[in-house]
C-alpha cells in the first residue's frame, strides 16, 4: 500500500469521524434540551452560601448551581482562585478565567457532570447572574425596579445605614505608619460576622511577609498574623477588638510571642476598612 | 528507499524532534485517564505534524547539490513526499485526539472544542491549513485519474498558503515560538527561493545539433552561452527549451540525465520520446535556447570504492552509463574495474553501443557487453555469470525501466548481494 493511499484512507476516516462526532452530538443535545432547568432541584442563596469552603463548594454560574467540590484539588490554578468562589453567585469568575476570558467549551462540558440544580430565589423564582441581568436591564426593567423599590419599612439596607451600622459586603482597609503601607486587609461581613479574612498586603521595614520562605527567619510572623485571621473568620465584627491582645488569637512560635504582635496594626487596618465602607457588594 | 540514513537525514531528524524537545516539558504526563493521554497525543501530532510539514518545504527547495547529503534529488523528494503525506495524517490525528479527549466532558464540549464560536480564531487558522492540505493533495488521491503534472505543480503552490495559516495556527497557540519562527522561515525561505530566485539563476545554452540516435531518441548537444553548470558523470539536469515552434512543453521543466563526460565542453542529453514534451524536443530548432539548472542527483556515489563495479543500463537508462564512459575515455580515474551490459530489444534500439564498444576497445578498466532480448529473452544469471563471472562480488549500478530494476534486483537478491550494494536512482514524477 503506497503513501497515497494511507493518507486517503486516514481523510476518508478523519471526515467520517467529525461527522459522526458532529451528528452523534447533534441528536443527543436536542434530548438534553428538553430536560431543561424545570427538572432541577431548586436552589436558594441561603443554601448555596452554607456550602462556601474546600469541604464543600457550591457555585452558581448563569443561573445554574454546581457542586464542585470534588474537583477543586484538580483545578490548575491554586486552591485560593477557585475557592474565592464558593457559596456564591460565581458567574462573573466563570466568565473571567484571565479578565475578559471565559472558560474554554471543554470546561464548559466539565462543568455539566457537577450540575446540582437551579438557583431560585426565596420566591422559587430562578435567579439570573448580575452579567445576565445587567444585560437584559431594560427588557425587565419594571419588574427589576420594583424589587429594588423597597418600603422603607422593610429595607434593612436602609434601616443598617441609618443606624450607623456596617453594611453586609465586602471591605479593605489599611494602616500605614511613617510613609510606608505595613498591613492592608480584605474581609466580608454577612449578618454582621466576618469572613474571607486575607492580607493583601503585610509588610514592615522593608520585608514582605506575604513573599517569605517557610525557612526564613521571620516566617513565623507572618504564621502568628495567619493566626490572627483564622482566629477572627466567623466571629462577629466586634471581635476585632481582640487584636488588641493578640495572644488570644497567636501562638508563641519560635520565640516570637503573640503577645508582642502587632495587633494594634491589623485592627487599625480593619477599622480603616470599616471607616471607608463596603468595598463591593456581596 | 535506502536504508542508511545519511548526514541530511540526521539533520532533518533533529529539526523535526526540535520544537517537540522545547514543547515536551509543558505537555505534562502520558499517564492517567483517557482525556490526559488524548490530549498529549492531540499535542504530540500537532507539533510533530507541522514541524514536518515545514520541513517537506523546506527539502522542496531543489537548490544544486542541496540533494547530495541526502543521496540525490530522487531520494530527496521520496523524503518531501514522505513528509509531506505523513504530516498530512498527523495533523488529522492531532485535531481528532483533541476532540475526543473532550468527550468525556460531554460530546458538546467535544464538537465546540473542534468547532468553536469564530472568535477562538486560532482554532480555524488551523482548520484553514487543513482545507489548504487537501486543495492540493486531493489530485494525487486520484479522484480524476493521474492528474496532470503541470497543473499539478501550480496547484502545489497552494502548500505555502497551508504552511503560513499551520505556522500562524502554531505561533498563537504554542508556549515557545522561536522553534517555529526558525523552522517557519526555513520552509517559506525555501518555497520562495524555488519559486522566486531559481527560475532566475537558470543557465542558458543554445541548442547545437539535434543528433538521431534512434527512432524516437535523440542526443542534445547544447553549447553554454556564459559558464554553464559543473557536474560530475550521471548526474541529471532540468531542461526548459523556449524555442517557440514547439508543439508541446516550452517553457516547461523536465529531469533529464547529463551523457556528456564533465570535461566535454557540450553538455549532451540523451532525450527519449516519453510524453508530450520529450516528443516535442525530438525536432526542436537548433540554435533556440534552452535554460539548464541543476545539476541534481549523484548516481555513481560510491559506497565500497574498493569494490569493481557492475553498470547495467536498459534502454534510454544506458545514458547515465553513456556520461560515465566518456568520463573514463577522458581520461577521468576510476576506482576498480567496470563492466556495463547494455540490455536493448535488438540492434536498432542500441543506440551508442558502436561509441561504448570503442572505448571498451581503447581502455582496460572498462568492458562492455551487449545483451539483446528478442534473441536471448530476460537477461539471466548464466549470461552474466558467463560474461563477468565475479558481479556478484561488485558494486552495482542500474538504470532502466521499473520492470528491469525489479527484475535484476530479485536476481542479485537470488544471488546473495546485500541489497546496500545496489544503486539505482528511480524517478517517476520529478
Not at chain 1, 13 to 40: P, Y
Not at chain 1, 219 to 242: D, K, S
Not at chain 2, 129 to 156: C, E, I, M, N, S
Amino acid at each position: 500500500m503506497n503513501m497515497n493511499k494511507i493518507a486517503y484512507s486516514v481523510f476518508i476516516a478523519f471526515v467520517a469521524s467529525l461527522l459522526t462526532l458532529i451528528s452523534v452530538s447533534a441528536l443527543s443535545s436536542s434530548e438534553r434540551e428538553e430536560a431543561d432547568d424545570e427538572g432541577l432541584d431548586p436552589i436558594t442563596l441561603d443554601e448555596l452560601a452554607e456550602h462556601d469552603g474546600a469541604e464543600s463548594c457550591w457555585k452558581a454560574i448563569h443561573g445554574r448551581v454546581y457542586d464542585i467540590t470534588d474537583y477543586v484539588p484538580d483545578h490548575p490554578t491554586d486552591d485560593e482562585v477557585i475557592l474565592e468562589w464558593c457559596g456564591r453567585e460565581a458567574t462573573e469568575g466563570w466568565d473571567n478565567k484571565r479578565p475578559g476570558v471565559p472558560h474554554s467549551p471543554r470546561a464548559e462540558g466539565m462543568l455539566d457532570e457537577y450540575l446540582i440544580g437551579r438557583l431560585v430565589d426565596e420566591e422559587g423564582e430562578p435567579v439570573e447572574s448580575e452579567a445576565a441581568t445587567e444585560a437584559n436591564g431594560n427588557a425587565n426593567g419594571e419588574a427589576d425596579s420594583d424589587q429594588a423599590r423597597l418600603s422603607p419599612a422593610e429595607d434593612e439596607r436602609l434601616h443598617r445605614a441609618l443606624l450607623g451600622l456596617p453594611l453586609d459586603g465586602r471591605y479593605r482597609g489599611v494602616f500605614g505608619d511613617g510613609g510606608e503601607m505595613q498591613v492592608n486587609v480584605q474581609f466580608d461581613l454577612r449578618d454582621g460576622q466576618l469572613s474571607n479574612i486575607s492580607y493583601r498586603h503585610l509588610a514592615y521595614r522593608d520585608v514582605d511577609y506575604r513573599r517569605l520562605d517557610e525557612d526564613d527567619d521571620l516566617y513565623p510572623v507572618w504564621v502568628q498574623h495567619q493566626q490572627l485571621a483564622e482566629g477572627l473568620e466567623g466571629q462577629p465584627l466586634t471581635a476585632i477588638f481582640a487584636l488588641h491582645e493578640p495572644e488570644r488569637l497567636a501562638e508563641d512560635i519560635d520565640g516570637y510571642s503573640g503577645a508582642t504582635l502587632r495587633g494594634n496594626k491589623v485592627h487599625s487596618a480593619f477599622r480603616d476598612a470599616l471607616n471607608r465602607g463596603v468595598y463591593s457588594w456581596p | 528507499m535506502r536504508r542508511w540514513l545519511r548526514p541530511g537525514d540526521i539533520a532533518l531528524i533533529i529539526l523535526l524532534l526540535l520544537p517537540l524537545a522545547v514543547a515536551l516539558p509543558r505537555l505534562g504526563g502520558l499517564a492517567g485517564p483517557p482525556e490526559v493521554w488524548l490530549t498529549w497525543v492531540g499535542r504530540v501530532t500537532g507539533i510533530l505534524g507541522l514541524a514536518m510539514m515545514l520541513l517537506a518545504g523546506v527539502v522542496s527547495c531543489r537548490a544544486p547539490g542541496f540533494d547530495r547529503p541526502f543521496g540525490g534529488l530522487a531520494r530527496l523528494w521520496h523524503l518531501h513526499h514522505w513528509l509531506g503525506f505523513t504530516a498530512f495524517i498527523l495533523v488529522m490525528v492531532h485535531a481528532l485526539a483533541l476532540g475526543l479527549a473532550a468527550v468525556p466532558a460531554s460530546l458538546d464540549a467535544a464538537v465546540a472544542t473542534l468547532f468553536p464560536p469564530v472568535s477562538h480564531g486560532s482554532i480555524w487558522l488551523g482548520w484553514l491549513a487543513w482545507l489548504a492540505l487537501v486543495v492540493f493533495l486531493a489530485p494525487t488521491f486520484d479522484f480524476f485519474g493521474q492528474p496532470h503534472y503541470q497543473r499539478w505543480k501550480r496547484l502545489h503552490l497552494v502548500s505555502a498558503a497551508a504552511l503560513l495559516l499551520g505556522l500562524w495556527h502554531a505561533l498563537l497557540l504554542a508556549g515557545e515560538a522561536w522553534p517555529w519562527w526558525l523552522l517557519g522561515i526555513a520552509g517559506l525561505g525555501a518555497i520562495a527561493w524555488r519559486k522566486g530566485v531559481a527560475p532566475r539563476r537558470r543557465h542558458a545554452y543554445r541548442v547545437e545539433a539535434v543528433d538521431p540516435l534512434a527512432r524516437g531518441v535523440v542526443e542534445l548537444v547544447l553549447r553554454p552561452e556564459g559558464g554553464g553548470i559543473r557536474y560530475e558523470a550521471g548526474q541529471f539536469v532540468y531542461l526548459s527549451p523556449l524555442d517557440e515552434s514547439l508543439s508541446a512543453g516550452r517553457g516547461e521543466e523536465h529531469p533529464y540525465t547529463i551523457a556528456s563526460a564533465p570535461s566535454d565542453s557540450r553538455l549532451r542529453i540523451g532525450i527519449k520520446d516519453l510524453g508530450d514534451a520529450s516528443h516535442a524536443l525530438q525536432t526542436v530548432t537548433p540554435e533556440t535556447r534552452v535554460l539548464v539548472e541543476g545539476p541534481y542527483g549523484e548516481f555513481f556515489g560510491r559506497r565500497f570504492p574498493e569494490r569493481d563495479m557492475l553498470w547495467v543500463g536498459g534502454g534510454i537508462g544506458i545514458t547515465p552509463f553513456v556520461g560515465g564512459a566518456r568520463d573514463l575515455a577522458a581520461g577521468a580515474s576510476v576506482d576498480g574495474h567496470v563492466h556495463l551490459f547494455y540490455l536493448a530489444s535488438d540492434s536498432v534500439r542500441a543506440y551508442y553501443r558502436e561509441e561504448l564498444e570503442g572505448i571498451a576497445e581503447a581502455h582496460e578498466a572498462f568492458a562492455f557487453t551487449q545483451h539483446y532480448s528478442r534473441e536471448r529473452g530476460r537477461l539471466d544469471e548464466a549470461f552474466l555469470r558467463e560474461h563477468c563471472p565475479d558481479y556478484t562480488e561488485r558494486e552495482i549500478f542500474l538504470c532502466g525501466p521499473p520492470a528491469m530494476n525489479a527484475h535484476l534486483r530479485r536476481l542479485l537478491a537470488g544471488q546473495g548481494v546485500p541489497a546496500s550494494r545496489i544503486h539505482s536512482e528511480v524517478f517517476d514524477f520529478l
